[in-house]
Every structure is written in structure tokens, then in C-alpha cells.
């Protein structure tokens, strides 16, 4: 398992995550939030948020710096 983007459509800040994993060149799989009920009952009022192998990578606005430390560890 990977990296995945829990997401929705119309969110900046998703939209803005997006932007800056496909500039890095990282693959992941898209989810959105709005059509899971699961994901819904987590991740509402988190998104963005990337996962890695099922852990919280990150949430909220991602950066450039905060998203190379994190895949550093």
C-alpha cells in the first residue's frame, strides 16, 4: 500500500495538495471524503489529509517543507 489523498472536490486547500504531490512526482490514490462513510466519520473536517500504509502522513495545508521532513522519517 502507498500513499492516499483523502480529498474532496471544491477544497483549496485539497486542491493545493494535489498540486504539490503531482509536482513531486508521488503517485497516490485519490479518495473522496464526502463519498465514504467511513472517511466521512474521520476525516470531515481534516482534508486534506495523505496517508501512508493507513497512518496519517499529513493533514490541513501542505507545504513543501512540512511534506519533504515527513517522507524523511
Request: one cysteine or more; charged letters at 35%.
Amino acid at each position: 500500500m502507498g500513499y492516499v489523498l483523502i480529498s474532496r472536490k471544491g477544497c483549496h486547500l485539497c486542491q493545493e495538495a494535489e498540486a504539490l504531490l503531482k509536482a513531486q512526482g508521488i503517485d497516490y490514490l485519490w479518495q473522496d471524503v464526502d463519498a465514504d462513510e467511513e472517511l466521512r466519520k474521520v476525516y470531515t473536517f481534516r482534508v486534506p489529509v495523505l496517508l501512508k500504509e493507513g497512518k496519517v502522513l499529513l493533514e490541513g495545508k501542505f507545504t513543501l517543507e512540512r511534506l519533504e521532513k515527513k517522507l524523511a522519517q
